[in-house]
């Protein structure tokens, strides 16, 4: 990998982890179960993205199979999460 591109995903990976701050006070003190979801998918979307730019540093193709599969989890926590904030019930 060429020195542009090192830098270039170290700052991707900075950028990423430092997003996840306001993310995580968001969490902390969201005002309402609708506002901790929303702030969980991003959470989670932030998360696969440090994943996948670990997995360009290593030069590791397995561990896009971790983002992969926590994309696969997300999406079906969120699922659950929205019908039980809309119908109070999750199945």
Do not use: H, N
């Amino acid at each position: 990998m060429s020195e542009l591109a090192k830098v270039g995903t170290a700052g991707a990976l900075v950028a990423l982890i430092v997003m996840l701050i306001p993310c995580i006070y968001r969490l902390w003190l969201g005002p309402s179960a609708a506002d901790r979801l929303q702030v969980i998918d991003t959470i989670t979307t932030l998360l696969i993205g440090v994943i996948v730019v670990l997995a360009l540093i290593r030069t590791d193709v397995m561990i896009v199979d971790i983002a992969i599969a926590l994309a696969a989890f997300a999406f079906i926590g969120t699922l659950a999460l929205a019908r039980y904030i809309s119908e109070k019930r999750i199945f």
